[in-house]
């Protein structure tokens, strides 16, 4: 085991009201650290309980003989910037849902969390990542604003009585 020493980091944040990336330092376990986003100067806060190290396995090597590591990505080939998703994001559980959410469990891209059961053999993280169905701009979880990109509303409004 290894520990990090979060205060000698240098983090990297993205703002859930613009997507700007935010470096941040002087970060510590247990408190919450306060600033403004550098573009949009939305009010952001981050708590950091707890850390981990995961391994990322590398992919093969190449022919070429490389010693250059590359890291394996789930990128759907649906997924094509300035295009729409595939039934513009929609499925057959939550038609008025016009993106896809990217789980951190797999790293996958489904519209949601019960296609998302439907096709792995692992518990469900919550996602927080998301892809527009219009224009398949993937962005930050925001649950009822529009898109960065193109500005669709990618869920139905506030003010059903059903979650989308």
């Known amino acids: 085991a290894a520990d990090l020493i979060l205060q000698d980091c240098d983090l990297i944040v993205g703002c859930l009201s613009c997507s700007q990336d935010v470096p941040v330092q002087r970060v510590f376990y247990g408190q919450t650290k306060e600033f403004n986003c550098e ?95 219009f224009c398949a701009k993937e962005q930050p979880y925001n649950n009822g604003k529009p898109c960065v990109s193109c500005g669709s509303m990618m869920t139905r409004g506030t003010r059903t009585s059903h979650w989308e």
């Open 39 to 133: 573009q949009c100067h939305s009010k952001l806060s981050i708590l950091v309980e707890s850390t981990r190290f995961q391994f990322i396995p590398p992919r093969p090597s190449n022919k070429s003989g490389s010693s250059s590591v590359n890291y394996k990505t789930f990128r759907d080939p649906a997924v094509q910037k300035g295009k729409p998703l595939p039934e513009k994001g929609t499925c057959k559980h939550y038609k008025q849902s016009h993106r896809w959410l990217r789980f951190p469990c797999c790293g996958r891209a489904y519209p949601c969390d019960g296609c998302h059961d439907e096709n792995q053999d692992h518990p469900m993280e919550l996602a927080t990542r998301m892809i527009c169905g």
